[in-house]
């Protein structure tokens, strides 16, 4: 096993190193992984061009057509996408937005075993958002009835079984503008009382106070998972397991585990530093990562749960990269 891991690592092939062991990135279009995980010639002259605006820079990238990700399945098993964060799937009116349009591009080219995770809406699971330099208040944070008729249906209905997971991500939070854990577990409670009951839902919580028992507490009640999320401003992922107990919380034994960006490096920095994820930019790279990850993943497997790693390139430079040395720490301390 660890010989036929190393090798299938080193073709960047992830798809068969455990069957309780996924390892996955956020997001896939990346021309940067042409000559790792993508093929030049099957996407001449089918490129399209981005520029997006990172803090007070902008960056210019080629990106693949969708259907590229049939390509990014047979080397990955699972696939956080993330557009979904930031557009409900239906608007007001019930028409379907550019996000589902984008979603059901998607699930016509992926294949059946194809295990997805997507990101909740922030309009659903953000306490404040973010309106050009200013963060407002949500009045649908955490509304149930939004989330049931806006995004959860209409994301079960195009992705049916190959919906692997559902990820909440909650932004930091000022200390000014944070809950009570208290507040924050008995608002978690509401809603996943009124949510479709569902086995497939994660909590990313990313300010360090809400890693807390009352949170806690609702976590184990309604089957929910604990995201360790390796973030800027957010405790290791062994402290983040070791405040809820090591304890795994989700109903359906999935455990998520994200790789983001290098602790106490803020986004924009990252993003320029990584641009254009075609490289490891080596003094990005935490080596307790590794280390803690492997961790949870042997821990994880003798509980019988499935360890899902998603590696996003601003953890790094290269997810791909990234991906292929967890490999080897997981065959080095003999977890795979």
């Not at 407002?136 to 079960?156: G, I, K, M």
């Not at 304890?247 to 924009?268: C, D, I, K, Q």
């Not at 360890?307 to 065959?331: E, F, S």
């Amino acid at each position: 096993m660890h010989a036929e891991a190393t090798k299938a690592a080193c073709d960047f092939v992830f798809r068969d190193l455990h069957p309780r062991v996924l390892v996955g990135t956020a997001s896939d279009r990346y021309s940067g992984w042409i000559g790792q995980i993508y093929t030049a010639s099957r996407y001449e002259n089918r490129m399209g061009q981005r520029v997006q605006k990172v803090g007070s820079r902008s960056f210019t990238s080629l990106v693949l057509p969708v259907d590229s990700v049939q390509e990014y399945f047979e080397h990955f098993p699972a696939l956080e996408l993330d557009f979904t964060f930031y557009s409900l799937l239906l608007s007001p009116d019930g028409e379907p937005t550019d996000s589902y349009r984008t979603l059901e591009r998607y699930a016509e080219h992926l294949p059946p075993d194809a295990r997805v995770l997507l990101k909740v809406p922030q309009k659903v699971c953000a306490w404040r958002l973010w309106t050009g330099a200013q963060a407002l208040s949500n009045p649908s944070f955490l509304d149930p009835d939004l989330f049931r008729e806006a995004f959860y249906q209409p994301a079960v209905h195009l992705l049916g079984d190959r919906l692997a997971a559902l990820i909440f991500e909650q932004e930091y939070h000022r200390k000014g503008d944070r809950l009570h854990p208290d507040d924050l577990a008995a608002r978690l409670a509401t809603f996943f009382d009124a949510a479709p009951k569902d086995a497939r839902y994660h909590v990313e919580m990313r300010t360090p106070s809400y890693l807390s028992p009352p949170v806690f507490r609702v976590l184990a009640q309604y089957g929910v998972g604990q995201v360790l999320s390796h973030w800027t401003w957010l405790p290791s992922l062994r402290q983040q397991w070791q405040r809820s107990g090591q304890r795994f919380f989700n109903a359906s034994r999935w455990v998520v585990l994200r790789w983001l960006t290098p602790r106490g490096m803020r986004y924009e920095e990252a993003y320029a530093r990584a641009h254009p994820f075609d490289r490891l930019v080596e003094d990005m790279i935490q080596p307790s990562l590794f280390q803690e990850t492997a961790e949870v993943v042997a821990r994880g497997l003798k509980a019988d749960q499935t360890v899902c790693i998603i590696i996003n390139n601003r953890a790094g430079g290269n997810a791909p990269l990234l991906a292929r040395q967890l490999v080897m720490t997981l065959v080095e301390r003999s977890v795979l």
